[in-house]
């Protein structure tokens, strides 16, 4: 460079260096925010429930197999929820059926306070389990949608965020409220969930549409408008519009503000693609989708979460005060854990954190199956087994909150494409509720049946054979655009190798130029 003026020089050296990351969009962020908060309502009914469960057995002198119903019914009543969900939000948008589904758990909540016998007390189960099924599926997809790229794992992670949250809160419920007379004290734990969602009905309708559905209904200038604020250049805004207007079928060259958007029997044409002629591409997106919505339910989180105080109990505590104390330091283990995996989503991927946490919730498995099962056979307290059983819970709740949990709602929320992805991700969900369901209504008799230390060597089966699905056929999604992930799905097995020949083909467009490589690119 010698001769050369130094300020070219360093203006030419500077040309070189990579480009700097955009900053993390806070608009996108405080929308995705407000819209997950919904699913606070899910995690406080989950929670709050297996202390209530306590003290309604005994006002009511309910059997175990009621218990069960009452407790694990909810995944049932959530089918109802997101199966309409994915009706609704195609209907009339995201945002208002967030809205939906905080009225209708407000409704529920305030009948299951008021509640004079387990018939009444059923059907607000049922009602608020509905309102909770809204939000399971529409939180995830809308925040999804509205997300750009660079950080939509961290923003649709919020979701389980707020469900851990929510879980935690009804822990703390539990022991707040343990503390009035037993008729008293459950009415309050399940009625005061009634005040959050209204709070989160009146947020939301702050909140912006999501640009995709805006798209579907043919209102492009809106769409341009909140995909402006939601990206993190206008570059990138101007690409995610015209992806969005190519999956929907509108011409490129279109640039109205108000469309008309060709209508083609939508619905009964989505779940024809889904189900009964999909593409070998489609097949295998709704095979990942539904298969990792199996398997998180499959994996005995559900058990542990809504029946903490009855494992608790069988390692030996017996006080109701320690029993909740212990439930809450599992609801807190949980939420630390899953605010960790918010920020590792973006940044080491949804395959690594997704294998290295089953991997580890079947080590914490099979050492709480151990603990259980010497336990069950001795006829004293053995203090070490008792201590084991205990961090083997804490570490199955951290291990799963890592990976497992956000990673589910992250991944399935992002691989349907956008013509398919409401009823995809109800799809998933539904799958998910109906496992979690009959886990949860079936767990005190299955362990009655086969010991709770048999129980839980099940659960660590199952774990095992989804590390095993999930490494053989789930491609990394990090870094994709939305409609961008049909080309990483249709090869199942073969996914790695056509994804290292698309590597191979970018390799070639970047670092080619009439044979030269170019600096400060990656080779």
């Known amino acids: 460079m010698a001769g050369l003026p130094s300020q070219i020089t360093e203006k030419a050296i500077t040309d070189f260096d990579p480009p700097k990351k955009p900053k993390k969009n806070k608009y996108a962020m405080a929308c995705a925010i407000l819209a997950s908060m919904t699913s606070v309502l899910l995690g406080y009914d989950f929670g709050v429930i297996s202390g209530a469960a306590i003290f309604i057995k005994k006002q009511f002198k309910l059997s175990d197999v009621k218990i069960e119903i009452l407790v694990g019914t909810l995944s049932i009543y959530c089918l109802v929820g997101s199966a309409a969900a994915g009706l609704t939000s195609d209907w009339i948008g995201r945002r208002y059926t967030i809205v939906v589904a905080g009225v209708i758990f407000f409704v529920g909540a305030l009948l299951m306070g008021l509640a004079t016998n387990y018939a009444f007390l059923m059907v607000g189960r049922f009602v608020a389990g509905v309102g909770v099924g809204y939000a399971l599926m529409i939180a995830p997809v809308y925040t999804a949608e509205l997300s750009p790229a660079s950080i939509r794992g961290f923003l649709t992670s919020f979701p389980e965020v707020f469900i851990n949250g929510g879980i935690l809160l009804g822990y703390v419920s ?12 459950w009415r309050f734990m399940l009625g005061i969930g009634a005040i959050p969602s209204v709070f989160l009905t009146l947020v939301v309708l702050a909140m912006p549409e999501s640009p995709r559905w805006l798209v579907m209904q043919g209102r492009l200038g809106d769409a341009k408008q909140v995909l402006d604020k939601t990206s993190d250049t206008p570059e990138e805004a101007q690409l995610r519009l015209m992806d969005i207007k190519e999956a929907a079928g509108i011409p490129e060259d279109c640039n109205d503000d108000i469309v008309k958007v060709q209508k083609k029997n939508h619905r009964e044409g989505v779940w024809r693609e889904l189900f009964l002629h999909p593409t070998p591409t489609v097949r295998h997106i709704l095979i990942c989708g539904v298969g990792i919505h199996f398997f998180q339910a499959a994996s005995g989180i559900g058990a542990v979460v809504l029946y903490s105080p009855r494992i608790f109990e069988k390692t030996g505590i017996t ?17 630390i854990f899953i ?10 991927g949804r395959r690594p954190l997704l294998l290295s946490s089953v991997g580890g919730m079947i080590l914490s498995l099979l050492t709480l199956a151990m603990g259980l099962s010497v336990i069950d056979h001795s006829t004293k307290k053995l203090n070490w087994a008792v201590g084991l059983c205990i961090t083997s819970v804490m570490a199955y709740v951290a291990t799963f909150s890592i990976g497992m949990g956000p990673v589910t709602w992250v991944y399935s929320s992002e691989i349907f494409p956008l013509r398919l992805r409401a009823q995809g991700t109800s799809a998933g969900v539904a799958v998910n509720t109906v496992v979690s369901g009959v886990i949860s209504t079936t767990f005190l008799s299955l362990y009655k049946a086969i010991s709770i230390g048999g129980a839980f060597f099940l659960f660590a089966a199952i774990a095992t054979v989804a590390w095993l699905f999930f490494f053989t056929c789930y ?16 090869h199942f097995i073969k996914w790695r190798q056509v994804l290292k020949e698309q590597k191979k083909q970018e390799n070639k467009t970047t670092s080619g130029n009439n044979g030269q490589i170019q600096l400060g690119t990656k080779g």
């Open 174 to 185: 539990n022991y707040a409220f343990s503390k009035l007379p037993d008729h008293l004290g």
């Open 475 to 490: 491609p990394e999604t990090q870094g994709r655009t939305l409609e961008d992930m049909e080309g990483l799905f249709g």
């Open 339 to 348: 605010l960790v995996a918010t920020f590792l989503l973006d940044k080491v």
């Open 319 to 335: 006080s109701s005060n320690d029993l909740l104390l212990a439930t809450i330091a599992v609801g807190s283990v949980k939420t």
